[in-house]
């Protein structure tokens, strides 16, 4: 009996660490190490005891307390949307781990198939999970993408620019593309010079660019996140007629600024 309720808690534990992960991924909520940690444990104790009683409503029950270890959230509202998101990630991620042990003929009574099949349809459903929220556009309306930059007590208008997706290779942060004539204005001690390689329909070229931390973004007078670090890159040319300052990229806004919600 030993033996199974360690197979019971390690596949329980592959499974809670899938989906504890992308539900924070599809909400694009901020969560600490420390919170996932323990939320994965305490739903993968949980499932376990879920699987001696065999009660679809001690079920509920264990996945709203994980929920709440994991987003500390105290509308009920807000609650009940996670978890209905919660199940919607679940039953989809069980639909693929199915289709894939049907389509190749997988054996999974053999306790070392399932862990492999868990993890390999994981990494999967992680990446149709991320690639999701990229094609939601239609989604987004244009007032939606104006927003204020605070760098180094300089406040720049920016725009958020749907098909930009720029990231520097060496350090993988975003990039936010700034007008040409705001460099010696915003470019200080603080900012950190670095070189990054941007591919235009003319080809590759590599350009000088700056690395900022903590750059405050609003939306009119209320702040709505902290950049924690990003790369500026003074490329935009100040002859546009448009009146935003700066650009910033489609995964900037999704990964930041929650930009498409359900």
Same mark, same amino acid.
């Given at each position: 009996m030993k033996i199974y309720l360690d197979y019971i /808690?390690? %596949?329980? !534990? *592959? =499974?809670? &660490? *899938?989906?504890?992960? %992308?539900? =924070?991924?599809?909400?694009? @909520? $901020?969560?600490? +190490?420390?919170? $996932?940690?323990?939320?994965?444990?305490?739903?993968?104790? +949980?499932?376990?005891?879920?699987v001696i009683c065999n009660?679809?409503? !001690?079920? &509920? +029950? /264990?996945s709203v307390i994980t929920l709440l270890i994991l987003f500390r959230d105290t509308n009920v509202i807000k609650v009940i949307k996670k978890v209905l998101c919660f199940y919607l990630l679940y039953f989809l991620y069980l639909g693929l781990i199915? /289709? #894939?042990?049907?389509?190749?003929?997988?054996? +999974?009574?053999?306790?070392?198939?399932?862990? @492999? *099949?868990?993890? *390999?349809?994981?990494? &999967? /459903?992680h990446i149709l999970n991320k690639e999701l929220w990229k094609v939601w556009k239609t989604n987004i309306t244009s007032e939606n993408l104006y927003y204020n930059l605070c760098i180094n007590n300089n406040e720049l208008s920016a725009f958020v620019d749907t098909g930009n997706s720029v990231k520097d290779p060496l350090t993988n942060l975003n990039v936010i593309f700034v007008k040409d004539n705001l460099k010696e204005k915003v470019v200080n001690s603080n900012l950190k010079r670095t070189y990054i390689? =941007?591919? #235009?329909?003319?080809?590759?070229d590599t350009k000088e660019a700056y690395i900022a931390n903590n750059v405050k973004v609003y939306k009119g007078k209320n702040e709505v996140a902290e950049l924690d670090k990003i790369i500026l890159s003074f490329t935009l040319s100040s002859d546009t007629p448009e009146k935003y300052s700066a650009l910033?990229?489609?995964? #900037?806004?999704? %990964?930041?600024l929650q930009g498409v919600r359900l």
């Amino acid at each position: 009996m030993k033996i199974y309720l360690d197979y019971i /808690f390690l %596949e329980n !534990l *592959v =499974i809670n &660490i *899938v989906i504890i992960l %992308e539900i =924070i991924i599809f909400t694009k @909520a $901020k969560v600490s +190490l420390s919170r $996932k940690i323990c939320s994965v444990i305490i739903d993968t104790i +949980l499932s376990c005891i879920y699987v001696i009683c065999n009660n679809y409503i !001690l079920h &509920i +029950l /264990f996945s709203v307390i994980t929920l709440l270890i994991l987003f500390r959230d105290t509308n009920v509202i807000k609650v009940i949307k996670k978890v209905l998101c919660f199940y919607l990630l679940y039953f989809l991620y069980l639909g693929l781990i199915i /289709f #894939t042990s049907l389509a190749l003929r997988i054996n +999974l009574d053999m306790f070392i198939s399932r862990i @492999a *099949v868990y993890i *390999v349809c994981g990494i &999967i /459903f992680h990446i149709l999970n991320k690639e999701l929220w990229k094609v939601w556009k239609t989604n987004i309306t244009s007032e939606n993408l104006y927003y204020n930059l605070c760098i180094n007590n300089n406040e720049l208008s920016a725009f958020v620019d749907t098909g930009n997706s720029v990231k520097d290779p060496l350090t993988n942060l975003n990039v936010i593309f700034v007008k040409d004539n705001l460099k010696e204005k915003v470019v200080n001690s603080n900012l950190k010079r670095t070189y990054i390689n =941007i591919s #235009t329909i003319n080809g590759c070229d590599t350009k000088e660019a700056y690395i900022a931390n903590n750059v405050k973004v609003y939306k009119g007078k209320n702040e709505v996140a902290e950049l924690d670090k990003i790369i500026l890159s003074f490329t935009l040319s100040s002859d546009t007629p448009e009146k935003y300052s700066a650009l910033l990229g489609y995964d #900037t806004y999704l %990964e930041n600024l929650q930009g498409v919600r359900l």
